[in-house]
């Protein structure tokens, strides 16, 4: 039996960085929720709307979207880490209109044209092949649709990443040089990229806006011990925990 297109993710975020992420929500939700809202405004979600939400993790934007759509709107929430649904779930016991579906975007059967628009905040940047992926999400949205997501750009453009492993350097192994176009946090840094990977997947009329804040977790205290947990340092101490 082949392995699923995203197998190697399911497992990553279900077993390695899933239950980091999920005792980490707080912060991490602090840190992202100004970049999520901003993608959000574009998205301009409306009362009533049907909005699939690709890689909600622990639930902080189907639960802004859900109630941006209230009343009579509905949100899904589509993750691949089982382990972050199950926080999103207990976020959500008592918000109508939300639901979430343990799934891998790539390949899901989602109801053909049920969507008025898609929405991501960090959560298509880690598909084996984002073209089949971004057309088995089109194939989900009604004719007119519309999708918005964020991603990160360059990671010379986020020091926010950058600095703690320019910092922890001299005591860690060299990291792999990345594989251009790999699924991960910069696999979209391409603005071009981003069009033709759309594009192909059966998406028009295609902006790509560049985007700059800060942000942050909270104090001094709580960002250290989030910086050595997530992000591309988190990963680096994982896979050498000697260090």
């Given at each position: 039996?082949?392995?699923?297109?995203?197998?190697?993710?399911?497992?990553?975020?279900?077993?390695?960085?899933?239950?980091?992420?999920?005792?980490?929500?707080?912060?991490?939700?602090?840190?992202?929720?100004?970049?999520?809202?901003?993608?959000?405004?574009?998205?301009?979600?409306?009362?009533?709307?049907?909005?699939?939400?690709?890689?909600?993790?622990?639930?902080?934007?189907?639960?802004?979207?859900?109630?941006?759509?209230?009343?009579?709107?509905?949100?899904?929430?589509?993750?691949?880490?089982?382990?972050?649904?199950?926080?999103?779930?207990?976020?959500?016991?008592?918000?109508?209109?939300?639901?979430?579906?343990?799934?891998?975007?790539?390949?899901?059967?989602?109801?053909?044209?049920?969507?008025?628009?898609?929405?991501?905040?960090?959560?298509?940047?880690?598909?084996?092949?984002?073209?089949?992926?971004?057309?088995?999400?089109?194939?989900?949205?009604?004719?007119?649709?519309?999708?918005?997501?964020?991603?990160?750009?360059?990671?010379?453009?986020?020091?926010?990443?950058?600095?703690?492993m320019a910092a922890a350097a001299p005591f860690l192994p060299p990291p792999a040089p990345p594989e251009p176009g790999a699924p991960g946090p910069f696999a979209f840094a391409d603005p071009d990229r981003i069009r033709a990977v759309l594009g192909?997947?059966?998406?028009?009329?295609?902006?790509?806006?560049?985007?700059?804040?800060?942000?942050?977790?909270?104090?001094?205290?709580?960002?250290?011990?989030?910086?050595?947990?997530?992000?591309?340092?988190?990963?680096m101490l994982r896979d050498h925990p000697d260090k």
């Open positions: 039996m082949s392995e699923a297109p995203n197998a190697q993710q399911a497992t990553y975020w279900n077993e390695a960085a899933g239950p980091t992420w999920a005792s980490l929500q707080a912060p991490l939700d602090r840190q992202l929720a100004p970049l999520g809202r901003a993608a959000m405004a574009a998205l301009l979600p409306r009362p009533g709307e049907r909005i699939l939400d690709i890689g909600c993790g622990a639930g902080q934007t189907s639960l802004d979207l859900a109630r941006a759509v209230a009343p009579g709107g509905e949100v899904m929430g589509a993750d691949i880490s089982g382990t972050l649904l199950a926080v999103a779930r207990d976020r959500a016991a008592e918000l109508d209109g939300v639901r979430f579906v343990e799934a891998d975007a790539q390949t899901h059967p989602f109801e053909t044209g049920r969507f008025d628009a898609v929405f991501s905040r960090f959560g298509v940047m880690f598909f084996a092949d984002p073209a089949a992926a971004f057309a088995n999400i089109q194939r989900a949205v009604k004719p007119g649709g519309r999708l918005a997501f964020v991603c990160w750009r360059r990671p010379d453009e986020n020091p926010i990443m950058t600095l703690p192909a997947g059966g998406f028009a009329d295609i902006t790509v806006t560049p985007h700059d804040e800060k942000v942050g977790a909270g104090d001094l205290d709580t960002v250290l011990a989030m910086t050595l947990k997530v992000g591309p340092l988190g990963a």
